[in-house]
């Protein structure tokens, strides 16, 4: 069984920047694509950045290129999103997603509880 736990979330200026961190409970870290996902109220949930096993392929919402930056660290079984220049559409609750498929999500990847960012002044 996989549990992943999310931190870092909280208010903060536009412009201003946030590092989110997941930390992945359970065996087998290096064999699970990793993602961070957001949902805005009464929006869908989105795919924001996606990472592959080996940290060396990653895939970025249009909206957040140039400004989020998707890690982790295989050692430690954790997953980061750094967030820069942050914009209030980037307000909502974020989501680390573990997986197998690349681009693909299916009823037994892994979801945490979400951690909420809100970019205001």
């Known amino acids: 069984q996989v549990q992943l736990v999310e931190s870092g979330g909280g208010l903060v200026q536009p412009g201003g920047s946030l590092k989110l961190s997941c930390e992945f409970h359970?065996?087998?870290?290096?064999?699970?694509?990793m993602a961070w996902y957001r949902q805005a109220p009464g929006q869908a949930r989105e795919s924001v950045a996606l990472?592959?096993?080996?940290?060396?392929?990653?895939s970025y919402l249009g909206s957040v290129k140039g400004r989020f930056v998707v890690s982790r660290v295989n050692g430690m079984d954790k997953l980061y999103l750094e967030m820069n220049n942050v914009l209030p559409e980037d307000t909502g609750r974020y989501f680390c997603?573990?997986?197998?498929?690349?681009?693909?999500?299916?009823?037994?990847?892994?979801w945490g509880q979400g951690t909420q960012v809100t970019v205001s002044a």
């Open positions: 359970g065996h087998g870290f290096i064999t699970y694509h």
């Open positions: 997603w573990a997986g197998k498929g690349w681009k693909v999500t299916d009823a037994s990847d892994y």
């Open positions: 990472i592959d096993t080996t940290g060396m392929h990653t």
